[in-house]
Each structure stands twice: as structure tokens, then as C-alpha cells.
């Protein structure tokens, strides 16, 4: 087996994971490590997200940390939570046992492939980067409201006045969406989120439409506005210009081991109903087979 490992380098607890899933592994994988955790282990071999390859990719940190590698890679990757939140990640690094259940779990093929949405965007025909959880039009004025028409397949839906707009998969409605109020929604739910940060109607409500749709956003008011694709970079969008956001054929894929949607969510305090775990049942993975 040939495995990929990456970790927040700015985090210590886990760049300290990623040196025990090297102890863990010994030589009983080939291990490769992405060029940004090359210091932790230079006699290993490294390799930029260019030329990454491996059968999948261990990737140890926060949310942000994921998404920063599914933007780089189309490996599968098999994330594990060493920061706030992690509601991407199965394995929690630093409760006692998951990450030494986990290791053996993917040296043994003890695990299955889950496949989620991402879209895709274009401005005047140059592709943006994909978006695993959403894609943000915001206008970059402080204290100013931008107005957006919305377009689904052509044909005109309105206007909206708002500091900008979310449009966010499944897996990005419990991010930045939730944040404005917008519905927690399953990830195998084919569907695409749309709610509105700060609107000037009181009554604005997020929109959950098919995946199949094509949606265009057009800045109505010449302010300068500007397009982020996960909170990555700032692409701007010209004075009435129009950005188009779509399904991208391209698929996130994450490892999975069993544990569900609701037991990933569970404790996180994001559920509208009570998260906490009785005693004696806060373990995410299932016992080993």
C-alpha cells in the first residue's frame, strides 16, 4: 500500500499525529508525504500535490486543513480531527485508540469510499477553482449591500439585496451556511444550498434546489464584488459581471469506516436537537470487525 500523509503544519498537535501514524505504520506501507509536512520526516519521500500519488490520503487537522487538501488532490482522503470542530472527519486523533484503530483499518482495506458534491464556477469562461463546500459572492465594501439577480437555467428568479450570496453542497451547509441560517442537509441529499449573508429583507429564506440546475449571479450595482471558492483566494467579479455555478463532474471522495452523518454531528452542537452522547457511548467508530 502506498500512503499519502498530510497535516496542518501550523498545528502542532497534529503534526505530532502524523509523526505517531508514521511510528504506527513502520515499513508496512510506503508512506509519502505532501512537500508542506516534508520537515517533519526528510528522509522520507515527498511530494508536492501536483505529483502526489498514492491509494489514499491520510489528512490530520481541522475542517480547513480537509478542504485545503480536496482542493489540491483528487485522492481519496481519510481525515482525521486534530482541531475545534472536524465535522468532516470520522476519526478524532485525540480521543484514546481511534487513531491506532484507524491506521489498521486502512492497512487492512477495512473501510469504503463515500462520494460527495462538488460544484464548479465559471467567470466570463475561465474556470474557477472547485468548491467542496460552497462557493461565496460578497460584496467587498464594508457596511455596503450588494444586488444580485439570480437566474436558474436561464430564466430569470429575481433580485436580492444582500452582503452576498452562499451557494454551498451538502457537505458545506453545516459550514459558513449554517452560519446564516441556512438548513443542515444530508450529504447524499443531491442538492445545493442558497442563502443570503445579512440580507435587507428580514424574511429572506435559504433556497435547497436540485444539483442539476444551473445558477447565474449577476452583480447588479457596479460595486466591486468578489467570488471565494472554500474561503481560498478572491476572484473579482468585473461591474455587472456574472459568475455561473454548476455541479462540477469532479467528486470529493472521503474514507469512511461506518460511523453516520448524525454520529459525525453528534456533540458538535450543530443539530437543532441535543447532541450530547450518554456515558460509555462517545466513541465515532465502531468497534473493529
Do not use: C
Not at 17 to 34: E, F, I, K, N, Q
Not at 58 to 69: K, P, Q, R
Not at 108 to 122: D, N, P, Q, V
Amino acid at each position: 500500500m502506498r500512503l499519502g500523509l498530510h497535516a496542518n503544519p501550523k498545528k502542532p498537535v497534529a503534526v505530532e499525529l502524523a509523526r505517531r501514524v508514521l511510528a504506527l505504520v513502520g515499513d508496512r506501507a510506503t508512506v509519502v508525504l505532501s512537500e508542506e509536512l516534508s520537515a517533519v520526516d526528510p528522509g522520507r519521500p515527498h511530494e508536492s500535490w501536483a505529483s502526489l500519488a498514492a491509494d489514499l490520503l491520510l489528512v490530520i487537522g481541522g475542517d480547513g486543513t480537509f478542504l485545503h487538501a480536496l482542493r489540491n488532490t483528487a485522492l481519496p482522503i481519510a481525515p482525521v480531527n486534530a482541531g475545534t470542530l472536524g465535522v468532516l472527519a470520522e476519526v478524532n486523533g485525540r480521543r484514546p485508540g481511534e487513531l491506532e484503530s484507524a491506521v489498521e483499518r486502512l492497512l487492512a482495506g477495512r473501510y469504503f469510499l463515500e462520494e460527495r458534491t462538488k460544484l464548479a464556477a465559471e467567470i466570463d469562461g475561465r474556470l474557477l477553482p472547485d468548491a467542496a463546500n460552497e462557493y461565496v459572492v460578497h460584496a467587498t465594501r464594508v457596511g455596503r449591500m450588494g444586488r444580485f439577480e439570480l437566474t436558474f437555467d436561464g430564466q430569470p428568479a429575481g433580485t436580492i439585496r444582500a452582503d452576498g450570496l452562499i451557494v454551498a453542497t451538502p457537505t458545506g451547509s453545516t459550514a459558513y451556511a449554517l452560519s446564516s441560517a441556512g438548513p443542515i442537509v444530508e450529504p447524499e441529499v443531491d442538492g445545493v444550498v442558497l442563502t443570503a449573508i445579512a440580507p435587507f429583507r428580514a424574511e429572506a429564506r435559504a433556497v435547497v434546489f436540485s444539483a442539476l440546475r444551473t445558477l447565474r449571479i449577476r452583480s447588479l450595482d457596479g460595486a466591486p464584488v468578489v467570488v471565494l471558492a472554500d474561503g481560498e483566494g478572491e476572484t473579482p467579479l468585473g461591474p455587472h459581471g456574472t459568475v455561473t455555478i454548476y455541479r462540477s463532474p469532479r467528486r470529493a471522495s472521503l474514507v469512511r469506516f461506518g460511523a453516520s452523518f448524525f454520529d459525525r454531528l453528534r456533540g458538535k452542537r450543530i443539530l437543532p436537537w441535543s447532541g450530547e452522547a450518554e456515558p460509555g457511548s462517545d466513541a465515532v467508530l465502531p468497534p473493529p470487525p
